[in-house]
């Protein structure tokens, strides 16, 4: 019985560095992918936000443009952590569209966290048009993408 | 006259595995720590609920979590997240870990083996009776995630993870379909569950096994290491459901966490079966 655990231990030890050495072709996590996640997310959740501050959503609404890049260390532009910045076209109240930064945490399933300026995207909780606090979608936010 | 005798085809009887099954079936709702955890399973979402309403904070550190308050729909998502992490290996080992290592505890095996069953169908019947209360245990948390969140919270429509607004009916499909997506790598847990309680011969080790090993395994997906190895591991299929959540869901890792997952299974059940039925109780 002993010898049959010590083999199954070896396959599996065996499994692992096959499997390590297999996978050493770069990171699951690119900018490519959480730009098109990111996007079209805060693209919606800006519409969510309109329609809680106002009612109606007769704001322009951004597109889906989002340019990601990971700061810190030299990783290719690729891997988890909280050091991404992530560009976003906003449309300002006064009607002109500026990009704006979000700080974005991606953790390695795929899902991240991003943070807006509050100063611009207004604070954690908003007064909506129905007079109630809402939770702002654009504060912050999270979201994921496939990883393959 | 050997254990091993008692295993020749000649004395196999009809309905074997039905019999065991039931009987392990009602040997655990017999049980207290079973009923116990029965009740956490449904009534734990309506405590979370209930102390979430008394503050202002939220689990903004889990998905979901911050939209608690607005949609009771966020409320089966947050737990879900929560459970995964190390929740659903501790639930289903409560009775996979000690399903065969209570023979051991209670000094019943050659009892057992004597009545004219198996060793094969006492494994299949034992099994079975824990994979049944895997699927309970998930089935009653989900459903008391999802009753709590509407009850209390209500049925507003739920932000998805791109941004895009889910109507009430829908939402309710989609954190059932969620919940159904961890009951793979629940199963995966619950036959590792299996095979340490064959293994180990000791309720306390086949236990706390399979979370040790579900802990280890969360342990190496949030440290920047090979993702070949995280896409292999039995906790990632735990996460699977996050690609439902969108207007364009993928499934990707759906699939892929359910291979995972049914391969863990036959492992673990094959090694199981394998030191069972090599085992010699003569020894006692």
């Known amino acids: ?148 | 006259m050997t254990a091993l005798a008692l295993d020749e085809p000649a004395a196999r009887p009809r309905g074997g595995v039905r019999t065991v099954y039931l009987w392990e079936l009602e040997k655990l709702t017999a049980q207290w720590r079973v009923r116990a955890v029965a009740a956490l399973c449904l009534l734990a979402p309506f405590a979370f609920v209930l102390a979430l309403k008394t503050q202002d904070t939220v689990p903004s550190d889990t998905l979901f979590g911050r939209w608690v308050h607005d949609t009771g729909y966020a409320v089966p998502l947050v737990v879900l997240g929560f459970a995964g992490q190390w929740g659903f290996p501790l639930l289903t080992s409560v009775v996979a870990g000690d399903i065969f290592a209570s023979e051991d505890h209670h000094g019943t095996w050659q009892t057992i083996l004597t009545r004219s069953r198996t060793r094969a169908q006492i494994f299949t019947g034992k099994v079975l009776a824990a994979a049944t209360f895997c699927v309970v245990v998930v089935a009653l948390a989900g459903a008391g995630s999802i009753a709590a969140g509407v009850l209390l919270v209500g049925h507003q429509p739920l932000v998805a993870l791109d941004g895009s607004l889910v109507p009430s009916g829908r939402a309710a499909e989609l954190a059932l379909l969620s919940w159904l997506c961890v009951l793979p790598p629940a199963l995966g847990f619950t036959a590792l569950g299996v095979l340490f309680s064959i293994a180990t011969r000791h309720s306390a080790a086949g236990i706390t096994g399979p979370v040790l090993v579900g802990l280890l395994m969360q342990l190496y997906a949030y440290v920047d290491a090979l993702d070949v190895v995280r896409h292999a591991l039995l906790t990632t299929p735990f996460d699977a459901w996050h690609g439902l959540l969108s207007a364009t869901p993928y499934y990707r890792p759906l699939v892929e966490g359910c291979a995972v997952s049914a391969a863990y299974t036959v492992v673990c059940l094959a090694a199981g079966y394998l030191l069972l039925r090599r085992r010699d109780f003569t020894k006692g």
Not at chain 1, 110 to 120: D, F, H, I, R, V
């Open chain 1, 1 to 148: 019985m002993n010898r049959t655990v010590a083999r199954a231990a070896l396959a599996a030890a065996a499994l692992v560095l096959l499997a390590g050495t297999a996978g050493c072709g770069g990171s699951d996590i690119t900018s490519g992918r959480l730009e098109r996640a990111l996007g079209p997310t805060f693209r919606n959740l800006f519409v969510l936000q309109q329609t809680e501050l106002h009612g109606t959503d007769n704001a322009p609404s951004p597109d889906t443009w989002a340019n990601c890049a990971k700061a810190g260390r030299a990783s290719g532009g690729s891997g988890p952590g909280d050091d991404w910045v992530c560009l976003v076209h906003w449309p300002a109240p006064s009607g002109i569209t500026q990009p704006i930064a979000y700080e974005v945490s991606v953790r390695p399933t795929g899902c991240y966290t991003a943070q807006g300026p509050a100063s611009l995207v207004g604070q954690q909780r908003i007064q909506g048009a129905d007079g109630h606090q809402h939770t702002n979608p654009l504060y912050e936010f999270d979201g994921c993408f496939d990883t393959a």
